[in-house]
């Protein structure tokens, strides 16, 4: 199993940026696939990105494409979402995710390829 611990949500403006990190505890992080999920208050959790354990594999949720990446250094046992231009439909909270399911997007997109969760982060983007 692996801790994960998010941090930099806020409140921003529309058109503004930001980078979450989620910081991982826990033994062989470099093996675990990380996604990031968005909760929106009355919404369905919902995927944004993952990373697979290999940085060049990336995919991304339609509604983010090109305005969010997600990254990670596994020296630091930390994964990364930048965030820019961010729009109010942006606002919910954020987790972030670790798995060892397989590399494909049918599966890598659900909640249930994920066995650790962090508590989330608040990302809120005002008009």
């Known amino acids: 199993q692996v801790q994960l611990v998010e941090s930099g949500g806020g409140l921003v403006q529309a058109g503004a940026s930001l980078r979450l990190s989620c910081a991982a505890s826990?033994?062989?992080?470099?093996?675990?696939?990380m996604g990031w999920f968005r909760q929106a208050p009355g919404k369905e959790r919902e995927f944004v990105a993952a990373?697979?354990?290999?940085?060049?594999?990336?995919y991304y949720a339609d509604s983010v494409k090109g305005r969010f990446t997600i990254s990670r250094d596994n020296a630091k046992n930390t994964v990364y979402l930048e965030m820019n231009t961010l729009k109010p439909e942006d606002t919910a909270v954020y987790f972030c995710?670790?798995?060892?399911?397989?590399?494909?997007?049918?599966?890598?997109?659900?909640?249930?390829?994920?066995?650790?969760w962090g508590q989330g982060t608040q990302v809120t983007v005002s008009s």
């Open positions: 995710a670790a798995g060892t399911t397989v590399w494909i997007r049918g599966v890598l997109t659900t909640s249930g390829a994920y066995k650790s």
């Open positions: 826990g033994r062989s992080f470099s093996s675990y696939i």
């Open positions: 990373i697979g354990r290999s940085v060049s594999n990336v």
